[in-house]
């Protein structure tokens, strides 16, 4: 049975992963500088690094640890490109995504 809090953290991770690819389609369909090559990649790198560290974590590889912290730092920087657009659902998204990947990341760096 895996653990509650790595639970709600996978289940942080698959929502972040799900509104980043939602994101990419609004963004192109906007164009502009919502559809910047920059801003669609880090939202694809966002939602590609989510859904890895989830599949790490459910299989709790001796490589979580690394992958909560860079995955933090992804969804962080990823919340401020979205914030710079004002795409306030992804923003927020990722920032308490980032947020409690930090949290298990302490958490895990204790263990």
Do not use: Y
Request: with cysteine; hydrophobic share 40%; aromatic share 2%.
């Amino acid at each position: 049975m895996t653990d509650p809090k790595i639970m709600s953290t996978i289940n942080h991770l698959f929502g972040c992963h799900r509104t980043c690819v939602r994101q990419t389609g609004e963004s192109l369909d906007l164009s502009g500088e919502h559809a910047a090559r920059a801003h669609i990649a880090q939202l694809m790198d966002c939602a590609a690094i989510c859904r890895l560290t989830a599949d790490i974590l459910d299989r709790r590889s001796p490589w979580a640890l690394a992958l909560c912290e860079l995955t933090a730092q992804v969804c962080t920087a990823t919340a401020e490109s979205c914030e710079q657009l004002d795409e306030k659902i992804c923003a927020r998204t990722c920032r308490e995504t980032a947020d409690v990947l930090t949290i298990l990341a302490a958490q895990l760096a204790e263990s």
